[in-house]
């Protein structure tokens, strides 16, 4: 399978956010795809529509690795302060894998930074057959509650 034959997934979005988001974590991971380096694409909508994009930084080290959404919170903090409310992430399939590129959820860092940074945030999830936002707080809902900050309210 070629690069260009792999089919973008926002075709399975329920809402226009979502496909929006899922789309352009798509383009960015179809652009920049690189084995080993770059498989994971993702956007992050802030509250004024802006989207954020972010690309997944593997590294030799598996810990020093960087995760695609937490570098599109880092692209959107230093682009703008408005609130931020969605993501979306789009794995690529490696060339040896069956498949079209499809939609990943957070890890379990990524919940918990995002949460940090945006506890009312959503996530676009596949849920069967279509994708649709989902709260974070689904996916993590007992988040870790230290002392560093203010605690902040749901």
């Known amino acids: 399978m070629t690069i260009s034959e792999v089919l973008d997934p926002s075709d399975i979005c329920q809402e226009e956010v979502s496909r929006r988001l899922v789309a352009a974590a ?3 991971i ?21 989207v954020h994009l972010g690309l997944h930084l593997d590294a030799m080290v598996g810990r020093a ?6 570098v599109a919170l880092g692209t959107a903090r230093m682009t703008t302060t408005a609130p931020l409310v ?3 992430a789009v794995r690529f399939p490696k060339p040896t894998e069956d498949g079209s ?27 069967g057959a279509a994708a649709r936002l989902v709260p974070l707080t689904r996916l993590l809902p007992d988040k870790y509650v230290g002392t560093k ?5 749901r």
């Not at 179809?30 to 802006?50: K, M, P, S, T, W």
């Not at 690795?65 to 937490?70: G, H, L, Q, T, W």
């Not at 900050?149 to 309210?153: K, L």
Request: overall charge negative; hydrophobic content about 50%.
């Open 101 to 127: 590129a499809r939609i990943v959820p957070p890890c379990g860092l990524c919940r918990e930074l995002l949460l940090d940074h945006a506890p009312d945030m959503q996530a676009v999830l596949t849920i």
């Open 86 to 88: 969605a993501v979306a």
């Open 149 to 153: 900050w203010p605690s902040v309210s």
């Open 26 to 28: 798509y383009a960015l």
């Open 65 to 70: 690795a960087v995760c695609a959404e937490a």
């Open 30 to 50: 179809a652009e920049r795809y690189v084995l080993d380096r770059h498989q994971i694409g993702a956007a992050v909508l802030d509250i004024n529509g802006g």
